[in-house]
């Protein structure tokens, strides 16, 4: 029998390494934002509050325009996570025929 | 006050209950009971936990007190909604894949510990009190406002519905009736808003809002000392005013504005009355009819004039009062439209550290959405893991969506409702506002829909909490620590019987806190999910180093640290505590997210690299079962 414990680690890694990146470059383009505005507001409080259309630009901002920021931000990470997914499902089903032996040894439920 | 808004409370009650057992038709295995079946589809369960997620808070809260401390308080909508970034970015596939009923089924499973479930179970119930408190007392406010009920009534009704419903249904009963609730809701605070904004016209937008402004006649209902600070009218400093005192009251009188120490000694008297009564040890009195006039003073500083102060009263007795003159005079207690409208406000800036203030918000709401266990339940329901991703996206919109109408509530209430301010109940604008109307029927019929849509809330986010908890006492407590020998029909029984003891327990619980706000209560609950759960949760799926020891340590640390904090805080603004913190621990103290999740997470890294030996030798297979996809065949249900 192939090495189960080797190949679960390689794949894992894989897995992992390739989901955390996706994660973490969304997560930083999020921070940035979260932790940018207080400073515009701090710093730039004529921009922040000129009038655009009955708001304050900061307002609008916040108060209206943060929603489709998020929606971007999300649907661009769950398009890259599946198609990591893809990716990872199509490279072990064909380089290995490994999979289905693992789930005899699990103690899952209970 | 009218029966067309009962009547739509009582429209919605019914539907919950008649939806809930539609729903509940079939609902039959423990997996019905705490999973749905595991196989609600993207669309159904997005709005199902938008449904639950939306609750008094969002409904009515975020609308006061954007009303009340305007920008700054735009940030709760916001973290409320891109909270849901972060779960989707790190936790809501993983958990999925791992296939529990319950979260605490996470914790014993990821870590082999059966002890650490325990603690995990004391947090679900924690956090599920603390977030059930603020529902019981939206029902009972809401009730109160368009009925006149007693404040225990409106909380019997909503206990006892949803006591109901989950009792025979679970989560199978209730997925279909929260999905129903969130577009009743999203119905309720859209369509009354456009029809008010029409109605009332300009003012609808923050910059172009005029000053709120008190017409002559106006009467101001004034809560007694037993409910402090909001027993307080600060008048302006712009303007004098003139008020006749209605119900005999006792009170104190202080400047509006903070003292500096570099202050002159001030000297004129900020009022006067026109029946004079002695004044015993700073206490004033007033009888019925007494007319009383305020007048704003300089305040200096070696001379030079600094800034204007109006009086701030303090009523010890319930009273009421009524404004006099022949112009409108600025709302007591109403910050100034530059205060409202831009950042750093009262809100933020009130131990001046505006910045930290703001970014501990920030962190507390964003951690603590990823954080609540009831919330988090839901994702189980997914078929898997990618339906779990589609589900969180679809919820952002559908919140987004909700979010955006409720500070616009605030600016409309603070243009056209500015009484609120003084009677210190901004919480029920969403409620009152469309009362203001001229046409009365129109207003009733608006008013029936936001209150039906606030019924909605607290009902959904009640029935959510309830199998939460419920689920805890039956599968986690019940199940496997005291039975694990126990069969799925016992199981069954215990969680109806759970559900109603927590239901019982929950109503009791809403009975006491009357006096706190909700917006406040809810930031407990983010709080405290913000440094257990989120901790656990992002280090549990991400870094295979994480050890029981770390990770139960962590969450201790982190949450009841945070609890403690929050909790004296709060005595210290009700005056039960009198200790003088500096301002800046006094701040680190009502936001304590900005050093709670850090040191929770610090704590779970430095004692799982001292204990690294305790863990599990199959982890690496764990970690597998939480992040490879389906079809490789490594993820297998933790529990069927």
């Known amino acids: ?110 | 006050m009218s029966l067309i808004p009962f009547a739509f409370v009582v429209l919605i009650t019914i539907a919950t209950i008649g939806i809930g057992v539609i729903a509940t038709r079939g609902a039959k295995t423990a997996s019905d009971f705490f999973v749905a079946g595991r196989s609600v589809g993207v669309m159904m369960n997005a709005s199902a936990i938008s449904g639950e997620y939306l609750s008094a808070a969002s409904f009515m809260g975020i609308a006061g007190l954007v009303m009340k401390s305007g920008y700054d308080a735009l940030w709760y909508p916001v973290g409320y909604a891109a909270g849901y970034l972060f779960l989707l970015l790190f936790i809501a596939g993983p958990l999925r894949r791992f296939g529990a009923y319950t979260i605490p089924d996470f914790a014993q499973g990821r870590f082999d510990s059966p002890t650490f479930r325990k603690v995990a179970v004391t947090f679900v119930l924690f956090i599920g009190f603390f977030y059930t408190m603020p529902q019981m007392k939206g029902a009972g406010v809401t009730m109160s406002s368009i009925l006149n009920w007693p404040y225990w009534a409106g909380i019997a009704v909503v206990g006892t519905v949803i006591t109901f419903n989950v009792a025979i249904g679970g989560m199978k009963g209730i997925t279909l009736v929260q999905a129903f609730q969130y577009w009743a809701k999203l119905f309720a605070i859209s369509i009354p808003f456009f029809v008010l904004a029409a109605v009332l016209g300009g003012g609808a937008t923050p910059a172009n809002a005029p000053s709120p402004m008190l017409k002559p006649g106006t009467k101001l209902k004034i809560k007694g000392e037993a409910a402090a600070p909001a027993n307080a009218l600060s008048f302006p400093s712009s303007t004098g005013v003139t008020f006749r005192v209605l119900t005999p009251t006792r009170f104190k009188v202080s400047d509006a504005r903070k003292a500096e120490p570099a202050d002159d000694p001030g000297s004129a008297p900020l009022w006067s009355a026109d029946v004079s009564s002695p004044a015993e040890g700073g206490v004033s009195r007033a009888e019925a009819g007494t007319i009383i006039t305020t007048s704003p003073q300089d305040r200096t500083q070696g001379g030079q004039v600094v800034a204007k102060t109006g009086p701030k009263f303090e009523f010890l007795d319930p009273t009421e009062i009524e404004v006099i003159g022949s112009e409108p005079v600025p709302a007591p207690n109403a910050p100034s439209n530059e205060k409202w409208l831009n950042p750093y406000g009262p809100m933020t800036s009130k131990h001046g550290y505006p910045l930290l203030y703001t970014y501990s918000l920030i962190i507390a709401l964003v951690c603590g959405t990823a954080g609540l266990p009831h919330i988090l339940v839901r994702f189980y329901t997914n078929p898997d893991g990618r339906a779990a991703k589609k589900t969180t996206l679809f919820v952002m919109v559908m919140l987004g969506a909700f979010y955006v109408f409720t500070p616009l509530w605030g600016t409309l209430g603070r243009a056209f409702m500015p009484q609120l301010y003084a009677n210190n109940s901004t919480d029920a604008v969403v409620i009152r506002l469309p009362m203001m109307l001229e046409n009365p029927l129109l207003g009733q019929i608006l008013s029936g829909i936001t209150s039906a849509g606030a019924f909605a809330a607290f009902m959904s986010t009640f029935s959510g909490l309830l199998v939460s908890m419920s689920g805890a006492f039956a599968h986690d407590i019940y199940g496997r620590i005291l039975r694990p020998e126990s069969s799925p029909q016992q199981r069954l029984v215990a969680f109806k019987v759970a559900a109603i003891g927590v239901g019982i327990v929950s109503m009791l619980l809403g009975l006491l806190v009357e006096q706190f706000d909700i917006a406040t209560m809810v930031g407990w609950a983010f709080a405290i999910g913000a440094a257990s759960y989120f901790p656990l949760l992002l280090l549990g799926a991400w870094w295979r180093g994480l050890t029981k020891y770390g990770a139960a340590l962590g969450m201790l640390l982190g949450g009841l640290l945070s609890v403690t904090a929050i909790v004296m805080s709060m005595l210290l603004d009700k005056k039960v505590l009198t200790m003088d913190f500096p301002p800046l621990v006094r701040s680190l103290m009502e936001q304590p997210a900005i050093w709670a999740v850090p040191l929770s997470l610090l704590t779970m890294y430095v004692v799982s690299k001292a204990t690294a030996k305790s863990l599990p030798s199959d982890v690496t297979s764990k970690m597998l079962r939480l992040h490879a996809p389906e079809e490789l065949g490594l993820s297998k249900n933790y529990v069927d």
């Open chain 1, 1 to 110: 029998m192939r090495d189960d414990a080797v190949g679960d680690e390689a794949l894992l890694q894989r897995v992992m390494k390739r989901q955390a990146a996706l994660s973490l470059k969304v997560a930083a383009v999020f921070v940035l934002l979260l932790l940018g505005l207080p400073l515009a507001n701090l710093y730039l409080p004529r921009l922040g509050a000129s009038n655009v259309g009955g708001f304050t630009l900061t307002w609008l901002f916040l108060g209206v325009l943060f929603y489709p920021i998020t929606w971007v931000l999300s649907s661009v990470f769950v398009k890259n996570s599946n198609c990591i997914e893809s990716e990872l499902v199509a490279e072990n089903t064909s380089s290995s025929l490994s999979s289905t032996s693992h789930l005899g040894n699990e103690e899952g439920a209970k």
